[in-house]
C-alpha cells in the first residue's frame, strides 16, 4: 500500500507530518513521492492566509487527478476550518482534524472497512524488510511539536479558532519520545509549537515551562543540539536568557516574532508588546550571546498601514539588523477581527511594500554570514551532499569532500560558495 504525503504551511506542520509519515512505515505502508501514483494521498493543509486554502485545495484537487481511484485524505487546518460536508463535496474521501491526526491509520482503516470496493483495488500491506525510517528518510534534525494551540487572538489570525486553546504534553512524556528519536540518530531538536512560549501555561500545577523543557532536554543522551521555533518576544527575560546560555547544546537562533514595526500597527494587530520591548529582548539577547541569529516575521500591508506606520516598519528593522525576515503580505481570513476592519489596501500597494523590506532583507542576510568568513571557529552539523548548518542556522558546505550525514564538525567558514551557501573547511581540512 503505498501512500504519499504533502505538508503544506508551517514548522507544525512539518513535524506532524514526519509523525505520520512514520506512523506509516511502522504499520509496513510504503511512503512515495506526491509526484507518483499512490493508494493514498494526504495533505496535511493550512489555513493561515486564502492564499494557503487555495494551495491546500489545489494539492487536494491534484491528488485526486494523480490517481482516481485513491483515498484522498485532507488533514489539518484547512480540514478544521470547513464543514465535512464542504470537504467531501471537493471530491476528498476522507477528514482527519488536527486533534486527530494521532489516530490517522486508525481512521483510513475503519474507512477501507467501510468501503470493500476500493479496498478490492488496493494491494494489501507489505512490510519492507529491513526498512529503517531513520535511515531512509535519514536526517539529522528533527522538527519536535512540544505545544498546539494558541490564546493570543492577534486579529489577523484564524489559529486559535482553527487549533483551539494551548494544550502542551508534560516533560516526561516528550524526553521519553525524544529519547527514543535521538536513539534513532536524530542530533538537533528543533522545538515547535503553535505558541511556543506557552509551552506548560496550559498546566500551571506543573511548575513546567519552555525554559525547563530547555534544560531537561539537554541533559538527555544524544541530544547534541537544541533550536527553537518561533517565539513571542515577551518570553525573553533576563531570567529565560541566563538560564538559556548555561546550556551547551542551546543553539543562538531566535526566531522572534515582529509581525511589524509600528506601534500603532502592533496594536490593531492585538499583539502584546511595543517595538521598545522588542528591542530591549533582542539587546538581551546580543548582550548574553555575542552574535546570535536572531530572524522574524513580518507582515506588509495591514489594514490602515498608512505610509508612515510602514516607514516607522522598516526603519524599526533597519534598527534590528536581522539575520533573515520573511516578509509576508496581509491575506484577509474570513472570521477575524482584521477582516472586518476599514483601509484594506490593494494587492499592489502591498506587492510594493514587500520589495521594499525584501531588498532590505537580502542585503542584511548576505552581512550577517559574511561576518563569519575567517573569523571565529564554527560548529556544524552535516545533513546531505557534505551540507550542514552552523549553530546559528548559517548553511555551509565542504566542497572537495563527502562528510557524513550526521558529523558535527568544527572549522571555519572561508568563502561564499553563492547566495545561499558558505564555504566551510573543517579543522583537520577537508576531508572526513
Ligand atoms: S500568536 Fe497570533 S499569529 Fe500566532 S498563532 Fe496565535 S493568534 Fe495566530
Request: aromatic share 8%.
Amino acid at each position: 500500500m503505498k501512500v504519499a504525503i504533502h505538508s503544506l504551511g508551517c514548522k507544525v506542520n512539518t513535524f506532524e507530518a514526519q509523525q505520520m509519515t512514520d506512523s506509516f512505515l511502522k504499520k509496513g505502508y510504503e511512503i512515495v513521492p506526491f509526484t507518483e501514483t499512490a493508494d493514498i494521498y494526504i495533505i496535511n493543509t493550512c489555513s493561515v492566509t486564502n492564499i494557503a486554502d487555495h494551495k491546500s485545495r489545489q494539492m487536494l484537487h491534484r491528488a485526486r487527478a494523480l490517481n482516481p481511484n485513491a483515498i484522498v485524505v485532507a488533514a489539518g487546518c484547512y480540514a478544521n476550518t470547513r464543514s465535512r460536508e464542504e470537504l467531501l463535496g471537493e471530491d476528498v474521501d476522507i477528514v482527519v482534524l488536527n486533534e486527530e491526526k494521532k489516530d490517522i491509520i486508525e481512521i483510513i482503516d475503519k474507512y477501507r472497512e467501510e468501503h470493500k470496493k476500493e479496498e478490492a483495488a488496493i494491494e494489501a500491506p507489505v512490510l519492507s524488510e529491513g526498512l529503517s525510517p531513520v535511515s531512509e528518510y535519514g536526517k539529522t534534525r528533527l522538527f519536535f511539536k512540544v505545544q498546539d494551540g494558541c490564546n493570543a487572538f492577534c486579529s489577523y489570525c484564524i489559529i486559535p479558532y482553527a487549533r483551539g486553546r494551548i494544550k502542551s504534553p508534560p516533560v516526561e512524556e516528550i524526553l521519553r519520545l525524544a529519547g527514543d528519536f535521538a536513539d534513532r540518530g536524530y542530533r538537533e531538536f528543533v522545538l515547535t509549537g503553535i505558541h511556543l512560549s506557552s509551552y506548560g501555561l496550559d498546566r500551571p500545577e506543573s511548575g513546567e515551562t519552555l525554559i525547563t523543557l530547555i534544560e531537561r532536554l539537554s541533559g538527555l543522551k544524544g541530544v547534541e543540539r537544541i533550536r527553537l521555533g518561533s517565539l513571542e518576544p515577551k518570553i525573553i527575560t533576563e531570567d529565560f536568557v541566563a538560564r538559556l546560555s548555561q546550556i551547551p547544546e542551546f543553539c543562538p537562533h531566535f526566531h522572534l516574532s515582529l509581525q511589524s514595526g509600528s506601534d500603532s500597527v502592533l496594536k490593531r494587530m492585538n499583539r502584546h508588546y511595543t517595538t521598545e520591548e522588542y528591542y530591549k529582548s533582542v539587546t538581551l539577547l546580543r548582550e548574553a550571546f555575542g552574535s546570535p541569529a536572531i530572524t522574524t516575521d513580518v507582515i506588509v500591508g495591514f489594514p490602515g498601514e498608512t505610509e508612515e506606520e510602514f516607514e516607522e516598519s522598516r526603519a524599526f528593522i533597519e534598527k534590528v539588523r536581522f539575520y533573515e525576515t520573511h516578509v509576508f503580505k496581509y491575506s484577509r481570513r474570513q472570521g477575524t477581527a482584521a477582516d472586518r476592519m476599514d483601509g484594506q489596501l490593494t494587492n499592489a500597494q502591498k506587492a510594493a511594500r514587500e520589495k521594499v523590506l525584501l531588498q532590505l532583507t537580502a542585503k542584511r542576510k548576505r552581512q550577517f554570514e559574511d561576518s563569519f568568513i575567517d573569523a571565529a571557529p564554527v560548529e556544524v552539523l552535516f545533513e546531505e551532499g557534505s551540507q550542514g548548518y552552523t549553530r546559528e542556522y548559517v548553511r555551509v558546505q565542504c566542497p572537495s569532500a563527502d562528510i557524513p550525514e550526521g558529523a558535527i564538525l568544527k572549522g571555519k567558514i572561508t568563502g561564499r560558495l553563492n547566495n545561499d551557501i558558505m564555504e566551510f573547511v573543517p579543522n583537520s581540512g577537508c576531508s572526513e
